[in-house]
Nanobody, 131 residues
Framework: QVELVESGGGSVQSGGSLRLSCAAS??????MGWFRRPPGQAREGVAS?????????????VYADSVKGRFTISQDNAKNTVYLQMNSLKPEDTAMYYC?????????????????????WGQGTQVTVSS
């Protein structure tokens, strides 16, 4: 069983930064990802990192085009925690952010940001960016 607890959300002005954390109890599975649900929209993939056997803290990250160059996903294996550093935040980044874990052994580039390939989800943390 995997339990995920997110923290670090809040309200910032446009251009600001936030760092989200996702602490996992039990196994983290083979992939962990950050997803978000903007107001009135469907949940979407933001970033993913490989957390399975042989992973490193830097871990083969994948990003949605909308956040490339601004967001960085990383992990601390010793703390069983995954982070999402969000810089240059924009109002369109406003959303509920969720951490998720997947037990899939290998995923394609398209699958790592697909909500249907993740089995375990946290409760979410709100990020609000004002202009």
């Amino acid at each position: 069983q995997v339990e995920l607890v997110e923290s670090g959300g809040g309200s910032v002005q446009s251009g600001g930064s936030l760092r989200l954390s996702c602490a996992a109890s039990g196994s983290r599975g083979n992939y962990m990802g950050w997803f978000r649900r903007p107001p009135g929209q469907a949940r979407e993939g933001v970033a993913s990192i490989y957390t399975g056997p042989g992973c490193t803290d830097a871990g083969s990250p994948v990003y949605a085009d909308s956040v490339k160059g601004r967001f960085t996903i990383s992990q601390d294996n010793a703390k069983n925690t995954v982070y999402l550093q969000m810089n240059s935040l924009k109002p369109e980044d406003t959303a509920m952010y969720y951490c998720a874990a997947s037990s899939y052994r290998a995923m394609t580039y398209e699958q790592v940001l697909d909500t249907t390939t993740y089995q375990y989800w946290g409760q979410g943390t709100q990020v609000t960016v004002s202009s």
